[in-house]
């Protein structure tokens, strides 16, 4: 058996040395998105962490990327003093926050289609939010936000330069890997587990449910807040449009794409959903109906996605010599 | 005197506008095996239900141990130190054995606020081997290998006995702790029950249908009829009770 | 600041019966498959981009052009009903619900990939048949023939949906089949057969939605996006899968909607998110669920 915690070291490790050699490599354009796919990556990520750890269906996660983004542009619009990492642990905490604000009421229902119906209600009411006040700058949204310079003690570093805030976004999408990666695998993911294998049975093991399902939604949104936070300065402006109801499908499509129950799954669904956009790019609609049928093949014929499959497929060759009498196991929950 | 273990009085719970138990009251001393009986349909799962939290009471009041745990949630009752199965077991079936324990054992150290902070990813390698001290106890030992899903029917339901008696409950609520058992597996069930109640000491109140079962467990015995106790007392007293008689008797007597 | 009540409601029904007409098929399948259906929304687009194209061929600009197009419409999109349910929703009866919700959605970005390739990413916009640019004037209220067009087109389609239900055979049948698929296969009814026929009457409501609502809009591949969460709201508040409900809900959210702008002006739409969610707390079979489809 792999021991779980070198062999997630040694995957995350590769990926960080394989996205900061990438501006040596490719032209600016592709950095700038391969940028953008690390944030989606984030995305898919916590929404992984809620829907195959914990087993919630959220469709509102843009309510809470929108909540970091905008606390991260008017952070940096209006005081520029505040620490830029400073104002990062601010996104994350608007995302967590708004996310206990909306899941003390939408977790009172998380049977069938309740739990996203009520959570795309409350994304859209967000977006209604965002595009009438005036604070938020309404249907425009913010324009002209600067990437940050980072400063302490010994000297600065001027984020705007070069591909700095490219490898700014990698470290903390990182980092935020990381932490979810250990929430998984910790004790609090054993619960969290436990509740989506059957939420009855955890109960009468004392676990509180409902509490335990508020802290999954609050760090599912903490991470996707501080990815819209690390979006904001990169396309430098951030509009309504991030909590429409339709930037809260992408996280869903990340995950299923690359394998829902696979820790990295979102992280290959997020590549694989750039590379289809990126290759259509000229055709308008052939990336709408590429990954529309690459869902649906996954939903009716390949329930793993990409990775969950490619894993699967690398047990059965490797059991061959020896094939096990048992059907080897759905990987729950966090496989690195 | 020490309170009783459990005390119901006025009980009154249903499902939607349908009352299905009507004003029941129940004493479960300390150490007390107590077994509630009753033709089908007479209101034995509701009166488990309220018992666990599941139904709410509607009127009436359940004691724990001299605490009135009437309008506590579930999980807080387990808390309080009461244990409980289902009449199938429900198990994580994509977990192993010793991980269902494990999670049931952290619960239990959660609740309890005896959980350290920790960066650990793998479970705590005493919760380990408590937990495989536990299930090898049951006769779960060397299962470890494959998720718990496969266990045969008998082995769920010792595996949730370990997930149940690891939160160290005083009182124990089993709900037909034989159903679906062949009649071999039945009193392997009855001897595991029967020694579990003699090392922990806990208090037990269980559903059953099997009249072996019932009495070779019980020291008390509970009828329920149409929802309402109209027994209760030493099995012998009980097995005697005229009105008892006629309820099981008369209606051919083959189902309790 | 209510003075003008009369318009107000009069917004309401218009409100209303254009959310009932999307609305209506999303109910029938919930009702009776139990599939919440996120692509209703892109076959309601689709029906409308099919009609507006029919119409600008046709060129007349009457009346009968305009509903006959809507018909076309609603043909064509039941005929991709017939299609989707025998390579899609046949399948899901295996899949897990969340699965379920997601293939639906895969759906819809089909659809809006097919929109978008076949239209463009143009916005165009259809003028309402000649003969009902007019307006009555009625005291304080302007009506224009087109809003009672629909106000009239929503009635329709909700008693006919309630003869369908309620007095032929086939909506006997099919209430059998929402209330226990199992007993309904016992007794001998195809139930492969009336799912089918349910998901085709559904997407033919789309598309004749779609047909008759295209006056007015923009018509952009955005089209699907906006009507569906209104539909949804409908469909929840209504009691999932109970077309009375979803009138009465339709009628419901109308008042929220046209009050609600007229309360809260700088947040318009605001009180029609609040009061879904009010009502799934409080009530969440919604206002008629009570497993009943008509």
């Known amino acids: 058996m792999t021991r779980p915690v070198p062999a997630f070291a040694l995957t995350l490790a590769a990926l960080v040395a394989l996205a900061l050699a990438l501006p040596f490599l490719v032209n600016r354009g592709l950095v700038f998105l391969a940028g953008l796919v690390a944030i989606n990556a984030v995305l898919g990520l916590s929404f992984n962490l809620l829907f195959s750890t914990a087993g919630l269906l959220s469709f509102g996660q843009a309510a809470f990327s929108a909540a970091g983004a905008y606390a991260a542009a008017l952070l940096l619009l209006r005081l520029p003093e505040v620490p830029f990492l400073a104002a990062l642990a601010a996104s994350a905490l608007a995302g967590a926050g708004l996310a206990v604000a909306i899941g003390l009421v939408a977790l009172r229902r998380t049977e069938g289609v309740y739990f996203a119906v009520l959570t795309l209600a409350f994304s859209e009411l967000v977006h209604v939010v965002l595009a009438k006040t005036s604070l938020f700058g309404r249907n425009d949204g913010l324009t002209g936000i600067p990437r940050p310079r980072l400063s302490y003690g010994l000297g600065s570093v001027d984020l705007a330069v070069g591909d700095r805030y490219y490898v700014l976004v990698i470290l903390v999408t990182a980092a935020t890997a990381a932490a979810l990666w250990w929430v998984t695998r910790s004790r609090l993911g054993r619960a969290f587990r436990a509740i989506r294998l059957d939420a009855m049975r955890a109960a009468y093991l004392g676990i509180d449910v409902r509490r335990r399902r508020l802290q999954a939604f609050a760090i599912a949104g903490a991470a996707t807040g501080l990815a819209g936070a690390l979006a904001a300065p990169l396309t430098s402006i951030v509009s309504p449009d991030l909590a429409h109801w339709g930037e809260s499908t992408k996280p869903i499509l990340f995950t299923l794409l690359g394998g829902a129950g696979v820790f990295w799954g979102p992280a290959v669904g997020a590549v694989v959903y750039a590379a289809v956009e990126y290759a259509t790019r000229s055709l308008a609609g052939a990336s709408d109906l590429i990954t529309g049928a690459l869902l649906l093949a996954v939903v009716l014929a390949v329930p793993g996605g990409i990775l969950g499959s490619a894993l699967r497929l690398a047990r059965r060759g490797r059991a061959r010599p020896a094939p096990r009498a048992a059907p080897a196991p759905a990987p729950a929950g966090g496989a690195p | 005197m020490t309170p009783p273990t459990l005390s119901v009085r006025g009980l009154f719970a249903g499902y939607g506008p349908v009352m299905i138990l009507k004003d029941v009251a129940l004493t479960v001393a300390p150490g007390e095996r107590h077994v509630v009986i009753g033709p089908n349909g007479a209101g034995k799962t509701t009166l488990f239900r309220a018992l666990c939290g599941e139904v709410p009471a509607r009127a009436g009041r359940i004691v724990f141990e001299g605490r009135d745990v009437t309008g506590l949630p579930g999980f807080r009752r387990v808390r309080a130190g009461i244990g409980r199965s289902f009449q199938v077991a429900r198990i994580f079936g994509e977990m192993t054995p010793a991980e269902n324990v494990v999670v049931a054992l952290e619960a239990g150290a959660a609740a309890q606020g005896r959980a350290r902070p920790s960066l650990r990813v793998a479970p705590e390698p005493a919760l380990v081997a408590q937990a495989e001290a536990m299930l090898a106890d049951l006769g779960l030992a060397g299962r470890d290998a494959a998720p718990a899903a496969i266990l045969s029917h008998g082995d769920r339901k010792r595996l949730e006995l370990a997930m149940m008696l690891s939160l160290r409950p005083r009182l124990l609520l089993l709900d037909e702790p034989t159903a679906g058992m062949a009649s071999g597996d039945r009193r392997a069930a009855v001897r595991l029950i029967d020694r579990i109640v003699r090392e922990t000491g806990a208090t037990l109140l269980l559903t059953e249908h099997d009249m072996e079962v019932v009495f070779g467990l019980g020291t008390r015995i509970s009828v329920l009829h149409y929802g309402e106790v109209v027994a209760s007392g030493a099995p012998e007293a009980v097995r005697a009770d005229p009105f008892v008689r006629e309820i099981y008797l008369g209606r051919g007597g083959r189902h309790a | ?294």
């Open chain 3, 1 to 294: 600041m209510l003075a003008d009540w009369p318009s107000l409601l009069f917004n309401a029904l218009g409100w209303g019966m254009a959310t009932f007409l999307v609305a209506a098929g999303l109910t029938l399948i919930f009702g009776i498959l139990h599939v919440l259906n996120f692509s209703h929304g892109g076959v309601f687009m689709l029906g409308a981009y099919v009609a507006f194209t029919l119409t600008r061929w046709s060129g007349t600009g009457g009346l009968a052009s305009f509903l006959g197009a809507s018909l076309l419409a609603a043909l064509a999109t039941g005929v991709v009903g017939l299609a989707v349910d025998r390579a899609v929703f046949r399948r899901l009866a295996a899949v897990d619900g969340a699965y379920v919700l997601v293939a639906t959605y895969a759906l819809l970005l089909v659809c809006n990939g097919v929109a978008k390739l076949v239209w463009g990413l143009n916005v165009f916009s259809a003028a309402p048949p000649e003969s009902l640019m007019t307006v009555t004037v009625a005291g304080d209220v302007v009506m224009p023939h087109y809003a009672l067009f629909v106000i009239g087109a929503g009635l329709s389609v909700y008693l006919g949906l309630e003869w369908l239900l309620n007095r032929t055979a086939a909506g006997r049948m099919i209430q059998a089949i929402a209330a226990d698929p199992w007993m309904a296969r016992l007794l001998g009814i195809d139930v492969g057969l009336v799912y089918t026929g349910t998901v085709v009457l559904g997407f033919a409501l789309a598309g004749l939605a779609g047909g008759l609502l295209v006056a007015n809009q923009s018509l952009s591949p955005d089209l699907a996006g906006i009507f569906i969460i209104q539909a949804f709201g409908v469909v929840i508040v209504g009691g999932m899968g109970s077309i009375r409900g979803a009138f009465l809900a339709s009628l419901l959210l109308g008042l929220v909607d046209s009050f609600g702008s007229a309360l809260l002006p700088s947040m318009p739409g605001i009180l029609f998110f609040v009061a879904l969610a009010l009502v799934l707390l409080v009530r969440p079979q919604g206002l008629l669920g009570s497993g009943r489809l008509a």
